[in-house]
C-alpha cells in the first residue's frame, strides 16, 4: 500500500495505523507519526558506476545525473524529500525512469538506466546487484514510522505505539 493510500484510508477510518514514511507536515492534520526506523540516504548506482568504489561521497554530486526514482504521483513524499536532500527543485530533476517499488528502483538501476537516491535499506534489497554509497556530511535520512489517528487510540493501538516507540531506543 503506498503512502497516499494509508493517508487516505486514516481519513476515512479504513485503516487505524500503517507504515510509512514520514508525511509532509502539510499532510499530518489529525495523525501522529511515531519514528521506528531511520535509514542513512545515499546514492543506489551500477556497480561498474565510478561512485561504486567509494565509502561516501557527498549529495550535491547526484544533482545532474540521470535519476530513477519512485513515481511520484504514488510516493509524493519521497519526491519531496530527495528534492531536499539534493537541494533542487522539481523542474531541476532529470528523471530517466520512475518505479512502482524497490525491486523495480533496484532492477533499473542495474541495468543502468540511472542512479537512486534512497535510504540505505535498499542495499538489503540490492544485493550484490548494484551499490549503494552514503551520503557525506549531510545528516539526510529517510525516516519510517507508525501513521495513525491522533483521536482516542484503541488498547491494541496503543500497544502499537508503544512497540514502535521502544523500537527507536
Not at 28 to 37: H, K
Not at 139 to 146: D, K, N, P, Y
Not at 153 to 166: D, F, G
Request: proline residues 5%; glycine residues 8%; hydrophobic residues 45%.
Amino acid at each position: 500500500m503506498h503512502a497516499a493510500e494509508i493517508l487516505v484510508g486514516l481519513r476515512d477510518r479504513k485503516l487505524d495505523a500503517g507504515i510509512t514514511l514520514r508525511p509532509p507536515a502539510g499532510a499530518m492534520s489529525g495523525l501522529n507519526f511515531e519514528p521506528v526506523r531511520r535509514y542513512p540516504a545515499g546514492v543506489l548506482c551500477p556497480l561498474e558506476h565510478p561512485w561504486a568504489k567509494r565509502a561516501s561521497m557527498r549529495a550535491s554530486r547526484v544533482r545532474d545525473q540521470e535519476l530513477v526514482i519512485y513515481r511520484a504521483q504514488e510516493f509524493p513524499e519521497y519526491f519531496e524529500w530527495i528534492c531536499r536532500v539534493l537541494r533542487v527543485r522539481r523542474t531541476e530533476l532529470r528523471i530517466r525512469a520512475e518505479c512502482d517499488d524497490a525491486l523495480g528502483i533496484v532492477a533499473a538501476v542495474e541495468s543502468g538506466r540511472g542512479v537512486a537516491v534512497t535510504g540505505e535499506f535498499i542495499a538489503a534489497i540490492a544485493g550484490r546487484r548494484a551499490c549503494f554509497v552514503t551520503f557525506a556530511g549531510d545528516a539526510h535520512s529517510l525516516e519510517v514510522g507508525l501513521l495513525y489517528r491522533r483521536s482516542a487510540p484503541t488498547e491494541r493501538m496503543k500497544m502499537l505505539i508503544q512497540a514502535a516507540s521502544e523500537g527507536t531506543e
